[in-house]
């Protein structure tokens, strides 16, 4: 009879893989970050873009702003077919 080895240890923090990101902001763009987590009543930085960019994807996942998409989307076709350039 052989014995089977089990490893005996093994790094559970291959397991979790994580994306990590890095943003560069500008001044005006750290100012409004700085802003928007006031808003939300968020002290950290990258849990607040997180939250804002939850909010964000609802916001343009919902029905009612898809559907005024579509008609601003809609309207600029129809304006570039009838030769109307006042609105860019």
């Known amino acids: ?3 089977i080895q089990e490893e ?4 559970k923090d291959f397991e979790k893989s994580r994306d990590i990101v890095k943003v560069s902001l500008n001044k005006v763009e750290r100012q409004f970050l700085d802003e928007c987590k006031y808003d ?7 849990t607040a873009i997180k939250q804002l960019m939850s909010i964000g ?3 343009v996942q919902d029905k009612k702003i898809q559907e005024i998409t579509n008609i601003i989307i809609n309207n ?4 570039k077919r009838l030769g109307i350039h006042d609105f860019d």
């Open 1 to 3: 009879m052989t014995l």
């Open 8 to 11: 005996k240890f093994k790094r």
């Open 40 to 46: 939300i009543k968020q002290l950290k930085d990258s």
């Open 57 to 59: 994807a609802n916001v």
């Open 76 to 79: 600029q076709r129809k304006n």
